[in-house]
């Protein structure tokens, strides 16, 4: 076989096949016909994106990177990003396939590496996606045959080679603030309506506690269970085909307009701008 660094192209037409691998649970092909950008998306762990089709361009209030084919696009920490995707003009598509670094793909980094702790990086990184092509096709590979275990252990190799280049945030899991946990809680079951007495029953604290605790991190309950719901919408939006109102539905809205109108104000686009729909 020849050098993965030599045949780029072919790595990505590999890669591009994930969007018809059904036993690809982990990651999500993000699609576009037209140029669209959200605005302070929240990224709530470590993940990285393939650039397959089209450029990707992103922003912190820190760093502006871009991305195009043959990019690693790599996210080591819980994070917000403006960002806007753009179709390939040829094609007419922008795709991308993203990969959350899971908690038994980072609990086996810790455990595998064996060094002092690297400096944490920038939360954001562009790699060159053949240097970790051999990982990258195993992974493939083992996502075609349903071996989830070889997935994790690929991108478990993976994220030591991220680590070893200066990211060694990936190796220190963060103590999560009161406002991520809630988030957590909402985006796991986003339909539900939510009252301070659950998350004081989940997090095991009192109302006023709970009350405290937020006003000392400037949050306010109302918005943290708002931001998490509209923040799975977004996840639907991009990894399935539900109409939006099913989508409005499943994050716990009756109107689609009321939907709508909050995604808008949230993201800075309509939620029908994005192309799987």
Not at 24 to 40: K, L, M, P, Q
Not at 186 to 191: C, E, L, S, W
Not at 259 to 272: Q, T, V
Request: aromatic share 6%; with cysteine.
């Amino acid at each position: 076989m020849a050098p993965l660094a030599a045949a780029p192209h072919a790595l990505l037409e590999r890669l591009a096949t994930l969007a018809d691998c059904q036993n690809a649970g982990d990651y999500a092909c993000i699609t576009a016909r037209r140029e669209h950008g959200a605005s302070s998306v929240e990224i709530p762990r470590p993940q990285f994106a393939i650039l397959l089709q089209g450029r990707k361009h992103v922003r912190t209030a820190q760093q502006v990177l871009e991305f195009g084919p043959g990019d690693l696009f790599l996210i080591t920490r819980r994070c917000r990003i403006d960002v806007v995707n753009v179709p390939d003009p040829d094609s007419g598509l922008y795709l991308s396939a993203i990969v959350p670094l899971c908690d038994e793909v980072l609990s086996a980094t810790r455990s595998l590496w064996s060094g002092p702790l690297p400096d944490a990086g920038d939360p954001l990184a562009r790699l060159s996606l053949a240097a970790h092509g051999t990982e990258l096709l195993q992974w493939r590979q083992a996502l075609e045959h349903g071996d989830y275990t070889s997935a994790r252990l690929a991108l478990a190799t993976m994220t030591v080679a991220f680590c070893a280049s200066g990211h060694g945030s990936l190796l220190v899991a963060p103590e999560p603030g009161l406002g991520e946990r809630i988030r957590d809680l909402v985006a796991a079951q986003p339909g539900r309506s939510w009252q301070s007495r659950d998350f004081e029953q989940h997090l095991g604290i009192s109302g006023a506690t709970l009350r405290r605790r937020l006003a000392s991190e400037r949050l306010g309950l109302r918005e943290l269970i708002g931001d998490a719901r509209l923040a799975q919408a977004m996840q639907l939006l991009y990894t399935t085909r539900l109409p939006l109102k099913t989508v409005a539905a499943r994050v716990g809205y009756r109107s689609l307009s009321s939907f709508s109108r909050r995604f808008c104000e949230r993201y800075g686009m309509d939620p029908s701008a994005i192309g799987n729909h």
